[in-house]
Structures are given as structure tokens and as C-alpha cells.
């Protein structure tokens, strides 16, 4: 692991749907100001045709990691018994390509250490499991600072940069 000296001791196990209440909460805390910070960039008009729907999806994306055929896997991470995020993890046996996707720390434990302890949770998962890479997508944004900045304390270390350039179009 990269990170030896976070100030929380964290535990990591399997989520299941009867986590989905305590996980949407997280989510929907942890991405507000993400969507604010969209809205800003984007504007009014673009916001709501372009971003807003995928925003409103994402709380359905994270009920259907829990379905059943689903290929991924749902960890969450608690602290002193309570959750306080949670990592969607996938493996692709025939690629040995490993993907973290939908995850969220509560904003209330952030700046700990906490989201590079998850992220490194997730690689040594998957460097277990035979994986040869490990991916994540991230936003660009200034609200995904902290997020890049985990990631590459996980030892995300190799990006190609992505531009969604839009028009409002009258």
C-alpha cells in the first residue's frame, strides 16, 4: 500500500443492497458539489440538457451495481462501524484489465488519507486477482481535485486528458 499514516483506521468489507440506503446518502453528499461545480462551467441551459440527466441517473447506476449479473463488486469502508465510503471494482479476466468506477467518501472525512487508503484497497485487490492494469476515470473539473490527487497518491501515475467541449445551440 502507498499509504501507511492516515490518521483513520479503516475497514473494508463486501457492501450488499441493505447498504444501498447508507451508500446513496454517501453518494448523493459526496457528488453535490461535483454537480454544482458542472452546472457553474456549464451553464444554466447546457446543464440541463447535456449533464443533468447523467446526474440524476447516477443514483440508479448505484442500484444496479447490486443487481444480480452485475460484473461488479460493491466494498465499502467503514470507520468505527460506520460507512463512510464505499468502491465499485471490476475485473476483467480475459483483458487483466481492473477498473475502479462509481465510489464516494463522505465530504465530512475527507482530506484524511481516507480515499488513497480505498483506492489502494482496490488496486492490491486486483494486483491480487492476477490484474496487470488498473483504471479509473475521473473528471477534469476543480471539484475533482481531491479525487485526482487520491488517485495518484494510489499510484495512478499514466493519463490521457479528456476535453467535453459543448455549444449551446438557440
Known amino acids: 500500500m502507498h499509504t501507511k499514516n492516515t490518521t483513520h483506521k479503516l475497514k473494508f468489507t463486501t457492501a450488499h443492497k441493505a447498504d444501498l440506503n447508507n451508500l446513496e446518502a454517501i453518494r448523493k453528499k459526496a457528488f453535490q458539489p461535483i454537480f454544482d461545480s458542472f452546472r457553474k462551467i456549464l451553464g444554466d ?3 440541463e440538457y447535456a449533464q443533468l440527466p447523467e446526474d440524476l441517473a447516477q443514483k440508479d447506476l448505484l442500484k444496479s451495481l447490486f443487481e444480480e449479473g ?6 465499502k469502508a467503514e ?3 460506520q460507512i463512510i465510503g464505499f468502491v465499485s471494482i471490476r475485473m476483467d479476466e480475459q483483458t487483466k484489465v481492473g477498473e475502479i468506477g462509481l465510489n464516494a467518501i463522505d465530504p465530512d472525512f475527507s482530506g484524511k488519507g481516507i480515499g488513497t487508503q480505498m483506492y489502494d484497497f482496490a488496486v492490491n485487490l486486483m494486483r491480487e ?19 485526482r490527487k487520491a488517485y495518484q497518491k494510489a499510484g495512478f501515475d499514466v493519463e490521457i486528458p479528456s476535453v467535453w467541449m459543448c455549444q449551446e445551440l438557440e
Do not use: Q, R
Not at 486477482?129 to 479525487?147: E, F, I, N, S, W
Open 45 to 47: 441551459t447546457i446543464y
Open 129 to 147: 486477482a492476477g490484474m496487470k492494469v488498473a483504471t479509473v476515470a475521473t473528471g477534469g473539473d476543480p471539484a475533482h481535485l481531491a479525487a
Open 70 to 75: 452485475s460484473v461488479w463488486t460493491m466494498w
Open 79 to 81: 470507520y468505527e462501524e
